[in-house]
């Protein structure tokens, strides 16, 4: 079974904008993340580190400037 359903005969989606959902929407979305958060196989976040560190990011931007003035 599914677990959660959504029904109307409105139209929410002429009312919705990126920076302001319809409340139908938000509310979809956030029920989506939390029945997520519970299916996840918990892990131990705290010794996890970003793939793109700051040096990372730092890097990258240097070698595309140099590629760029090549």
Same mark, same amino acid.
């Given at each position: 079974?599914?677990?959660?359903?959504?029904?109307?005969?409105?139209h929410?989606? *002429?009312?919705s904008?990126?920076? =302001?959902?319809?409340?139908?929407?938000?509310g @979809? !979305?956030?029920? +989506?993340? %939390?029945?997520?958060?519970?299916?996840?196989?918990? *892990?131990?976040?705290?010794?996890? =580190?970003?793939?793109?560190?700051?040096?990372? @990011? !730092?890097?990258? +931007?240097? %070698?595309?400037?140099?590629d760029?003035?090549?």
């Open positions: 079974m599914h677990p959660y359903y959504v029904s109307t005969q409105a929410p989606e *002429l009312r904008r990126p920076t =302001r959902s319809h409340p139908l929407f938000a @979809l !979305v956030g029920a +989506a993340i %939390a029945r997520q958060r519970e299916l996840r196989f918990p *892990l131990d976040e705290t010794t996890l =580190r970003r793939a793109n560190t700051d040096e990372q @990011l !730092v890097a990258s +931007a240097a %070698a595309t400037s140099a760029r003035d090549a």
